[in-house]
């Protein structure tokens, strides 16, 4: 039997580190990628993290296949505050100089929140199990945003009468979404008269990010896809990759699964 349901995950601070950034700042992601996301759900039911170099955690070759969407909440057009903490690593394994101490510089995203969808199977048990732990609040292990330090919480467990979407007309996606060409195309163009009151109109925006989808089978990095977030109308005409569908909720919002 197959659900769809949503909570709204939340943290005080997180830090989700992107790989290609470096010295002397450690840079994070802005948005909730899914294999983050599928590291706390794999703490939610009690699944094992990376254990051993070369191989995939528990967690993520149990729950790889599940269909999720990402939206974010809270947010001042798609982006989250952020700061820069300095700490000192002193464990002596950090660092190969003398005294062992390394002075890290990182940046962290401030009160981030997102509403999670997850479309499950409850046929099957690691699915079933994450259901009734969402739905209960319940984690078998303390779910974290990137960082032990960074505890989340969720709230507002929802369930969805759902559909597939298919557009016939002006549409908006409520969740970030994998495009695969210019989004300028698919905009509805907007003309002013004027006698329209500016401030009076909604501030439109649109956010980028090249964000995590999976894991190399081989080289255990992370496969990428060009996500973006808008509030932007889209036409009917614009063109979405076919594998990641739209879902047309019963609340009449329209998100993307990938």
């Known amino acids: 039997m197959r659900k769809l349901i949503s909570i709204d995950i939340k943290a005080d601070f997180g830090m989700l580190k992107n790989p290609d950034t ?3 700042v450690y840079l994070t992601f802005n948005m909730l ?45 798609g982006n989250y505050s952020k700061t820069i903490i300095k700490y000192n690593n002193t464990t002596g394994f950090a660092s190969e100089e003398k005294g062992g101490n390394l002075i890290i510089d990182e940046q962290t995203l401030i009160a981030p929140a997102f509403r999670c969808y997850v479309l499950l199977n409850l046929d099957n048990e690691n699915q079933k199990k994450l259901y009734n732990n969402l739905k209960d609040n319940k984690a078998e292990y303390l779910p974290y945003l990137g960082k032990n330090e960074f505890s989340v919480w969720w709230e507002n467990f929802n369930n969805y009468d759902f559909g597939e979407f298919s557009a016939e007309g002006i549409f908006k996606i409520s969740s970030i979404f994998i495009k695969e060409e210019s989004l300028k195309k698919g905009i509805k163009k ?51 990759p076919e594998n990641y569908p739209l879902i047309k909720l019963s609340t009449n919002e329209i998100i993307q699964v990938f």
């Open 22 to 24: 470096n010295e002397p």
């Open 33 to 77: 990628h899914k294999p983050a996301l599928l590291g706390i759900f794999g703490a939610i039911i009690g699944l094992k993290g990376f254990q051993k170099k070369g191989e995939l955690p528990e967690y993520y070759d149990k729950l790889k296949n599940l269909k999720i969407g990402i939206q974010p909440l809270n947010h001042e057009n």
């Open 190 to 240: 907007i003309y002013f008269t004027p006698k329209m009151n500016f401030q009076s109109q909604n501030k439109f925006f649109s956010y980028f990010e090249n964000l995590p989808v999976s894991y190399h089978k081989k080289l255990f990095q992370y496969e990428y896809k060009n996500f973006t977030f808008t509030n932007w109308d889209l036409k009917n005409d614009f063109k979405l």
